[in-house]
Protein backbone atom coordinates (compact mmCIF):
# COMPACT_ATOMS: atom_id res chain seq x y z
CA UNK A 1 0.00 0.00 0.00
CA UNK A 2 1.25 3.47 -0.97
CA UNK A 3 2.03 6.01 1.67
CA UNK A 4 0.85 9.00 1.29
CA UNK A 5 2.96 12.03 1.14
CA UNK A 6 0.94 13.11 4.46
CA UNK A 7 2.72 10.33 6.26
CA UNK A 8 6.04 11.17 4.98
CA UNK A 9 5.37 14.86 6.19
CA UNK A 10 4.31 13.40 9.32
CA UNK A 11 8.08 11.61 9.85
CA UNK A 12 9.37 14.77 8.66
CA UNK A 13 7.67 16.17 11.94
CA UNK A 14 8.82 14.05 14.53
CA UNK A 15 12.22 15.10 15.03
CA UNK A 16 11.95 19.31 15.75
CA UNK A 17 8.57 18.47 17.25
CA UNK A 18 10.56 15.77 19.87
CA UNK A 19 13.47 19.44 19.33
CA UNK A 20 10.61 21.83 20.92
CA UNK A 21 9.67 19.51 24.05
CA UNK A 22 13.07 19.01 25.17
CA UNK A 23 14.04 22.36 24.78
CA UNK A 24 11.62 23.15 27.18
CA UNK A 25 12.25 19.89 29.34
CA UNK A 26 16.07 20.92 29.99
CA UNK A 27 15.77 24.84 29.58
CA UNK A 28 13.43 27.61 30.79
CA UNK A 29 11.87 29.91 28.55
CA UNK A 30 14.11 33.09 29.56
CA UNK A 31 17.37 31.42 28.60
CA UNK A 32 15.95 30.29 25.25
CA UNK A 33 15.00 33.60 24.01
CA UNK A 34 18.41 34.52 25.52
CA UNK A 35 20.40 31.88 23.41
CA UNK A 36 18.48 32.52 20.40
CA UNK A 37 19.26 35.84 20.97
CA UNK A 38 23.44 35.36 20.79
CA UNK A 39 22.93 32.58 18.54
CA UNK A 40 21.80 35.19 16.01
CA UNK A 41 24.03 38.35 16.73
CA UNK A 42 27.46 36.00 17.06
CA UNK A 43 29.38 35.67 13.92
CA UNK A 44 29.38 31.83 12.86
CA UNK A 45 32.19 30.74 10.91
CA UNK A 46 33.12 27.43 10.54
CA UNK A 47 33.52 26.17 13.57
CA UNK A 48 30.90 27.25 16.25
CA UNK A 49 28.69 25.32 18.11
CA UNK A 50 25.73 26.60 18.83
CA UNK A 51 25.20 24.30 22.19
CA UNK A 52 28.07 26.41 23.47
CA UNK A 53 27.33 29.90 22.49
CA UNK A 54 23.37 29.35 22.78
CA UNK A 55 22.65 27.09 25.18
CA UNK A 56 20.92 23.43 24.63
CA UNK A 57 17.45 25.02 24.73
CA UNK A 58 17.91 27.94 22.06
CA UNK A 59 20.08 25.36 19.74
CA UNK A 60 17.05 22.98 19.94
CA UNK A 61 14.88 25.52 19.09
CA UNK A 62 16.41 27.32 16.40
CA UNK A 63 17.02 24.05 14.36
CA UNK A 64 13.22 23.20 15.13
CA UNK A 65 12.24 25.98 13.34
CA UNK A 66 14.19 26.00 10.60
CA UNK A 67 13.28 22.46 9.97
CA UNK A 68 9.52 23.36 11.04
CA UNK A 69 9.19 26.08 7.92
CA UNK A 70 11.59 24.36 5.35
CA UNK A 71 8.98 20.89 5.86
CA UNK A 72 5.85 24.24 5.78
CA UNK A 73 7.98 25.47 2.14
CA UNK A 74 7.89 21.73 0.66
CA UNK A 75 4.14 21.04 1.75
CA UNK A 76 3.31 24.51 0.46
CA UNK A 77 4.82 24.33 -2.22
CA UNK A 78 4.16 20.73 -3.28
CA UNK A 79 7.32 19.62 -3.39
CA UNK A 80 7.35 15.59 -3.15
CA UNK A 81 8.91 14.11 -0.15
CA UNK A 82 11.58 12.07 -1.54
CA UNK A 83 15.42 11.57 -1.22
CA UNK A 84 16.67 14.90 -2.02
CA UNK A 85 13.92 16.68 0.10
CA UNK A 86 14.75 14.79 2.36
CA UNK A 87 18.44 15.04 2.42
CA UNK A 88 17.53 19.14 2.12
CA UNK A 89 15.61 19.23 5.58
CA UNK A 90 18.22 16.96 7.42
CA UNK A 91 21.23 18.87 6.50
CA UNK A 92 18.81 22.31 7.58
CA UNK A 93 18.10 20.73 11.03
CA UNK A 94 21.67 19.77 11.60
CA UNK A 95 23.70 22.32 10.39
CA UNK A 96 21.02 24.61 12.89
CA UNK A 97 23.70 23.39 15.27
CA UNK A 98 26.63 25.04 14.09
CA UNK A 99 25.75 27.89 11.81
CA UNK A 100 22.69 28.25 10.23
CA UNK A 101 20.18 30.36 12.44
CA UNK A 102 16.35 32.35 12.19
CA UNK A 103 17.79 35.26 10.81
CA UNK A 104 20.89 34.38 8.73
CA UNK A 105 19.27 31.85 6.19
CA UNK A 106 16.49 34.06 4.98
CA UNK A 107 18.47 36.26 2.41
CA UNK A 108 19.57 33.44 0.79
CA UNK A 109 16.06 32.14 0.68
CA UNK A 110 14.96 35.95 -0.88
CA UNK A 111 18.23 35.45 -3.66
CA UNK A 112 16.97 32.01 -4.50
CA UNK A 113 13.68 33.84 -4.68
CA UNK A 114 14.20 36.67 -6.99
CA UNK A 115 16.37 34.09 -9.41
CA UNK A 116 13.63 32.24 -9.97
CA UNK A 117 11.55 35.55 -10.90
CA UNK A 118 14.60 36.81 -13.05
CA UNK A 119 14.27 33.18 -14.83
CA UNK A 120 10.32 33.58 -15.28
CA UNK A 121 10.26 30.15 -13.19
CA UNK A 122 8.35 29.06 -10.24
CA UNK A 123 10.51 29.18 -6.95
CA UNK A 124 9.46 25.69 -7.05
CA UNK A 125 12.18 25.19 -9.44
CA UNK A 126 15.20 26.36 -6.96
CA UNK A 127 13.19 25.60 -3.72
CA UNK A 128 15.74 22.61 -2.75
CA UNK A 129 18.84 24.32 -4.81
CA UNK A 130 18.21 27.68 -1.96
CA UNK A 131 17.82 25.08 0.80
CA UNK A 132 20.61 23.49 0.41
CA UNK A 133 22.82 27.29 -0.58
CA UNK A 134 21.86 28.40 2.90
CA UNK A 135 25.78 26.53 3.33
CA UNK A 136 26.73 30.26 2.88
CA UNK A 137 24.40 31.33 5.40
CA UNK A 138 27.43 32.48 7.75
CA UNK A 139 28.35 34.92 5.42
CA UNK A 140 25.10 37.40 6.34
CA UNK A 141 26.27 37.16 10.29
CA UNK A 142 30.00 37.84 9.36
CA UNK A 143 29.12 41.28 8.01
CA UNK A 144 26.14 41.99 9.62
CA UNK A 145 28.60 41.45 13.20
CA UNK A 146 31.84 40.34 12.06
CA UNK A 147 33.65 42.56 10.15
CA UNK A 148 33.16 45.70 12.68
CA UNK A 149 30.95 48.09 10.18
CA UNK A 150 28.94 50.71 11.20
CA UNK A 151 25.20 50.67 11.68
CA UNK A 152 23.04 50.07 10.24
CA UNK A 153 25.53 49.63 7.45
CA UNK A 154 26.46 46.76 8.20
CA UNK A 155 23.02 44.70 8.25
CA UNK A 156 22.20 46.43 5.34
CA UNK A 157 25.21 44.95 3.43
CA UNK A 158 25.29 41.26 5.37
CA UNK A 159 21.12 40.60 3.71
CA UNK A 160 22.39 42.04 0.60
CA UNK A 161 25.14 39.93 -0.17
CA UNK A 162 23.33 37.34 1.39
CA UNK A 163 21.11 38.01 -1.46
CA UNK A 164 23.62 38.49 -4.18
CA UNK A 165 24.72 34.34 -2.85
CA UNK A 166 21.64 33.42 -2.94
CA UNK A 167 20.87 34.53 -6.80
CA UNK A 168 24.04 32.91 -8.35
CA UNK A 169 23.74 29.68 -6.58
CA UNK A 170 21.59 28.06 -8.88
CA UNK A 171 23.13 28.66 -12.19
CA UNK A 172 26.50 27.56 -10.13
CA UNK A 173 25.99 24.56 -9.09
CA UNK A 174 24.38 23.61 -12.38
CA UNK A 175 27.30 24.47 -13.81
CA UNK A 176 30.05 23.07 -11.17
CA UNK A 177 28.32 19.10 -11.17
CA UNK A 178 29.70 18.58 -14.13
CA UNK A 179 33.07 19.03 -12.70
CA UNK A 180 33.42 16.01 -10.29
CA UNK A 181 30.63 14.03 -12.70
CA UNK A 182 28.05 13.26 -9.78
CA UNK A 183 30.96 11.37 -7.55
CA UNK A 184 30.45 13.92 -4.30
CA UNK A 185 26.47 13.80 -3.06
CA UNK A 186 27.01 17.63 -1.51
CA UNK A 187 27.63 19.37 -5.12
CA UNK A 188 26.06 22.64 -3.04
CA UNK A 189 29.16 23.04 -1.10
CA UNK A 190 31.47 22.08 -3.82
CA UNK A 191 29.41 25.62 -5.67
CA UNK A 192 29.41 27.45 -2.04
CA UNK A 193 33.43 26.74 -1.83
CA UNK A 194 33.73 28.11 -4.72
CA UNK A 195 31.72 31.26 -4.05
CA UNK A 196 33.07 31.89 -0.56
CA UNK A 197 36.78 31.55 -2.15
CA UNK A 198 35.57 34.76 -4.41
CA UNK A 199 33.97 36.64 -1.30
CA UNK A 200 36.64 36.07 1.20
CA UNK A 201 39.18 37.37 -1.27
CA UNK A 202 37.20 40.64 -2.25
CA UNK A 203 36.95 40.97 1.28
CA UNK A 204 40.39 40.64 2.14
CA UNK A 205 41.42 42.65 -1.14
CA UNK A 206 39.41 45.77 1.06
CA UNK A 207 41.03 45.04 4.45
CA UNK A 208 38.48 42.86 5.64
CA UNK A 209 39.53 39.60 7.27
CA UNK A 210 37.72 36.35 7.74
CA UNK A 211 39.44 34.22 10.41
CA UNK A 212 37.73 30.58 11.36
CA UNK A 213 36.90 30.02 14.41
CA UNK A 214 36.87 27.05 16.72
CA UNK A 215 34.22 27.28 19.51
CA UNK A 216 32.87 23.38 20.77
CA UNK A 217 30.97 22.27 23.78
CA UNK A 218 31.20 19.08 25.60
CA UNK A 219 28.61 18.92 28.31
CA UNK A 220 26.07 17.34 26.10
CA UNK A 221 27.69 14.47 24.74
CA UNK A 222 25.52 11.84 26.68
CA UNK A 223 22.18 13.40 26.24
CA UNK A 224 23.07 13.84 22.50
CA UNK A 225 24.04 10.34 22.10
CA UNK A 226 21.23 9.24 23.47
CA UNK A 227 18.45 10.91 21.47
CA UNK A 228 20.38 10.73 18.76
CA UNK A 229 20.69 6.86 18.90
CA UNK A 230 16.74 6.45 19.92
CA UNK A 231 16.01 8.19 16.76
CA UNK A 232 17.79 6.46 14.68
CA UNK A 233 16.52 3.15 15.96
CA UNK A 234 12.79 4.57 15.54
CA UNK A 235 13.43 4.90 11.95
CA UNK A 236 14.27 1.76 11.18
CA UNK A 237 11.21 0.79 13.15
CA UNK A 238 9.33 2.96 11.43
CA UNK A 239 10.69 2.06 8.14
CA UNK A 240 10.01 -1.73 9.12
CA UNK A 241 6.33 -1.31 9.46
CA UNK A 242 6.12 1.10 6.32
CA UNK A 243 7.76 -2.28 4.47
CA UNK A 244 5.21 -4.77 5.72
CA UNK A 245 7.12 -5.13 8.37
CA UNK A 246 9.98 -7.15 7.71
CA UNK A 247 13.78 -5.61 6.59
CA UNK A 248 12.62 -7.36 2.77
CA UNK A 249 14.82 -5.87 -0.23
CA UNK A 250 16.53 -3.63 2.14
CA UNK A 251 19.62 -5.41 0.24
CA UNK A 252 18.64 -4.11 -3.02
CA UNK A 253 19.96 -0.37 -1.93
CA UNK A 254 23.60 -1.53 -2.02
CA UNK A 255 23.61 -2.58 -5.92
CA UNK A 256 23.62 0.87 -6.22
CA UNK A 257 26.44 3.33 -6.48
CA UNK A 258 25.19 6.22 -4.77
CA UNK A 259 26.11 8.83 -7.85
CA UNK A 260 24.47 11.38 -8.34
CA UNK A 261 21.17 11.16 -8.92
CA UNK A 262 20.11 7.78 -6.70
CA UNK A 263 16.79 8.35 -4.77
CA UNK A 264 16.19 5.77 -2.57
CA UNK A 265 12.50 6.16 -1.79
CA UNK A 266 11.75 5.70 -6.07
CA UNK A 267 14.68 3.14 -6.66
CA UNK A 268 13.08 0.87 -3.62
CA UNK A 269 10.44 2.59 -1.38
CA UNK A 270 10.11 5.23 1.32
CA UNK A 271 10.22 2.48 4.01
CA UNK A 272 13.56 0.97 2.99
CA UNK A 273 14.88 4.47 2.62
CA UNK A 274 13.79 4.78 6.49
CA UNK A 275 15.71 2.07 7.38
CA UNK A 276 18.57 2.96 5.98
CA UNK A 277 18.43 6.10 7.25
CA UNK A 278 18.50 4.68 10.51
CA UNK A 279 21.13 1.97 10.22
CA UNK A 280 23.34 5.03 8.55
CA UNK A 281 22.84 6.83 11.65
CA UNK A 282 23.62 4.39 13.61
CA UNK A 283 26.95 3.47 11.93
CA UNK A 284 27.76 7.12 12.10
CA UNK A 285 26.93 7.22 15.68
CA UNK A 286 29.22 4.16 16.07
CA UNK A 287 32.28 5.73 14.27
CA UNK A 288 31.97 8.45 16.72
CA UNK A 289 32.29 6.34 20.01
CA UNK A 290 35.00 4.32 18.13
CA UNK A 291 36.97 7.50 17.59
CA UNK A 292 36.30 8.60 21.02
CA UNK A 293 34.59 11.83 20.01
CA UNK A 294 32.25 14.02 22.21
CA UNK A 295 29.21 14.60 20.46
CA UNK A 296 29.08 18.21 20.18
CA UNK A 297 26.87 20.92 17.78
CA UNK A 298 29.14 20.17 14.18
CA UNK A 299 29.43 16.45 15.21
CA UNK A 300 25.02 16.44 15.40
CA UNK A 301 25.21 18.25 12.39
CA UNK A 302 27.28 15.71 10.67
CA UNK A 303 25.19 12.87 11.74
CA UNK A 304 21.75 14.11 10.78
CA UNK A 305 23.43 14.92 7.21
CA UNK A 306 24.40 11.55 6.94
CA UNK A 307 21.02 10.31 7.91
CA UNK A 308 19.51 12.58 4.88
CA UNK A 309 21.44 11.45 2.49
CA UNK A 310 21.06 7.89 3.45
CA UNK A 311 18.02 8.73 1.68
CA UNK A 312 19.49 9.82 -1.49
CA UNK A 313 22.58 8.06 -2.60
CA UNK A 314 24.51 6.43 1.24
CA UNK A 315 24.67 3.40 2.09
CA UNK A 316 26.71 0.74 4.45
CA UNK A 317 28.57 -0.40 1.77
CA UNK A 318 29.37 2.78 -0.03
CA UNK A 319 29.93 4.70 2.81
CA UNK A 320 32.03 2.39 5.38
CA UNK A 321 35.09 2.13 3.15
CA UNK A 322 35.27 6.31 3.48
CA UNK A 323 35.01 6.19 7.22
CA UNK A 324 37.67 3.60 6.79
CA UNK A 325 40.10 6.16 4.55
CA UNK A 326 39.77 8.93 7.04
CA UNK A 327 40.55 6.47 10.06
CA UNK A 328 43.17 5.07 8.83
CA UNK A 329 44.48 9.04 7.56
CA UNK A 330 44.12 10.14 11.42
CA UNK A 331 46.50 7.48 12.47
CA UNK A 332 49.36 8.34 10.80
CA UNK A 333 48.44 11.92 9.86
CA UNK A 334 49.32 14.87 12.32
CA UNK A 335 45.99 15.46 13.42
CA UNK A 336 44.41 14.04 16.30
CA UNK A 337 41.53 11.30 15.50
CA UNK A 338 39.39 11.98 18.19
CA UNK A 339 38.86 15.59 17.63
CA UNK A 340 35.91 17.24 16.52
CA UNK A 341 37.15 18.45 12.96
CA UNK A 342 38.60 14.62 12.09
CA UNK A 343 35.99 13.23 13.26
CA UNK A 344 33.08 15.31 10.82
CA UNK A 345 35.56 14.93 7.79
CA UNK A 346 34.72 10.99 7.93
CA UNK A 347 31.02 12.03 8.60
CA UNK A 348 30.76 14.30 6.14
CA UNK A 349 33.07 13.01 3.92
CA UNK A 350 30.95 10.21 3.23
CA UNK A 351 30.45 12.82 0.59
CA UNK A 352 32.35 10.36 -1.61
CA UNK A 353 30.48 7.29 -1.42
CA UNK A 354 29.94 7.45 -5.17
CA UNK A 355 33.40 6.60 -5.68
CA UNK A 356 33.48 3.72 -3.43
CA UNK A 357 29.72 2.39 -4.91
CA UNK A 358 31.15 2.42 -8.75
CA UNK A 359 35.06 1.75 -8.01
CA UNK A 360 35.09 -0.55 -5.09
CA UNK A 361 36.28 -0.23 -1.92
CA UNK A 362 39.69 -0.06 -1.94
CA UNK A 363 39.77 3.31 -4.11
CA UNK A 364 36.67 4.32 -1.61
CA UNK A 365 39.39 4.00 1.36
CA UNK A 366 41.95 5.96 -0.92
CA UNK A 367 39.08 8.31 -1.49
CA UNK A 368 38.36 9.31 2.32
CA UNK A 369 42.29 9.14 2.65
CA UNK A 370 42.99 11.86 0.29
CA UNK A 371 39.31 13.46 1.71
CA UNK A 372 41.14 14.29 5.21
CA UNK A 373 44.19 16.04 3.70
CA UNK A 374 42.53 18.47 1.86
CA UNK A 375 39.84 19.41 4.07
CA UNK A 376 41.86 19.89 6.48
CA UNK A 377 43.49 22.59 4.73
CA UNK A 378 40.96 23.68 2.31
CA UNK A 379 39.18 25.94 4.87
CA UNK A 380 41.37 28.63 5.01
CA UNK A 381 40.47 29.52 1.27
CA UNK A 382 36.92 30.67 2.15
CA UNK A 383 37.57 31.79 5.47
CA UNK A 384 34.89 29.22 6.88
CA UNK A 385 31.73 31.05 5.80
CA UNK A 386 30.84 27.89 3.59
CA UNK A 387 29.71 25.48 6.20
CA UNK A 388 29.74 22.55 3.69
CA UNK A 389 33.26 22.68 4.04
CA UNK A 390 33.43 18.83 3.43
CA UNK A 391 31.51 19.49 0.46
CA UNK A 392 34.08 21.54 -1.49
CA UNK A 393 37.01 19.11 -0.40
CA UNK A 394 34.70 16.07 -1.35
CA UNK A 395 34.00 18.24 -4.99
CA UNK A 396 37.73 18.35 -5.34
CA UNK A 397 38.57 15.38 -3.93
CA UNK A 398 36.48 13.47 -6.73
CA UNK A 399 37.30 15.99 -9.76
CA UNK A 400 41.09 15.02 -8.62
CA UNK A 401 40.66 11.11 -8.25
CA UNK A 402 37.45 9.76 -10.36
CA UNK A 403 39.69 10.76 -14.16
CA UNK A 404 42.51 8.95 -12.53
CA UNK A 405 40.89 6.09 -11.80
CA UNK A 406 39.19 6.12 -15.01
CA UNK A 407 42.76 6.24 -16.87
CA UNK A 408 43.72 3.48 -15.55
CA UNK A 409 40.64 1.18 -16.02
CA UNK A 410 41.41 2.20 -19.73
CA UNK A 411 45.04 1.14 -19.00
CA UNK A 412 44.03 -1.95 -17.60
CA UNK A 413 41.58 -2.78 -20.40
Known amino acids: MPITENKKISVLLIFPISLIILAFIFDDTSNIVNGLYRIIINPDILLTDYLKVGGLGATFINSAILSLLNIYLIKKLDIKVNGISIAAIFIITGFAFLGKNIYNVWPIYLGGYLYSRY ?20 LVNEISYGLNLP ?25 LLRAHAGYSLYNIGFT ?5 TV ?3 LLRSFGLTIESTLILSNEYDL ?6 TSFFIL ?6 IFNEKSFKNYSDIFEYSGRLITDFTQLTNFGIALINMGIMGLIGMIYVIISRGVVDGPIVGALLTIVGFASFGKHPKNCIPILIGVFLGSLVNIWDGQSTVVIIAGLFGTTLAPI ?16 LSVVMNIGVIHGG ?10 GLVASFLVPIIDAFKKEDK
Open 235 to 240: LIIIGF
Open 199 to 201: IAS
Open 356 to 371: AGEYGWLRGILAGFLH
Open 223 to 228: LMKIYL
Open 151 to 175: YPINILAGILVGVLAGFVLPPLSAH
Open 119 to 138: QKSSFKSVALITMFGTAISP
Open 192 to 196: AGFLG
Open 385 to 394: INLYNNGFSG
